[in-house]
């Protein structure tokens, strides 16, 4: 399996996915720090990508995605944005409301 087709099988298989750098309860930057704990802080569950420990995802998803830059938070198949757009969002209470909406429409694996 190619690169690209890797990332859209994560994109397809995890309604929520935040590809940053390091984990969330290691975070190896201040930018995914911010992202993870504003979608820890929504209560839901989501997957995450380290692109320090892929970096052929981490070459290929920014052309893939035309984003720069990471972390970068994928809702539902489509990017939402990077932190400043994951901040402003959870700040103003929607992102929330996105991830909880997301989260209702996918059982928990334990509950299928």
Request: charged share 25%; net charge negative.
């Amino acid at each position: 399996m190619d690169t690209i087709e890797k990332i859209k099988t994560q994109i397809s298989e995890n309604p929520i996915l935040l590809y940053m750098k390091g984990s969330p309860k290691f975070p190896s930057c201040g930018f995914s720090a911010q992202a993870s704990q504003a979608l820890m802080n929504c209560g839901e569950p989501f997957a995450y990508v380290d692109i320090l420990q892929n970096p052929d995802i981490r070459a290929e998803l920014p052309k893939y995605a035309n984003w720069p830059t990471f972390p970068q938070l994928w809702v539902d198949g489509e990017l939402i944005g990077g932190c400043d757009i994951i901040l402003e969002m959870f700040q103003q209470g929607e992102l929330k409301a996105l991830i909880d909406e997301t989260a209702a429409k996918y059982p928990k694996k334990d509950e299928a």
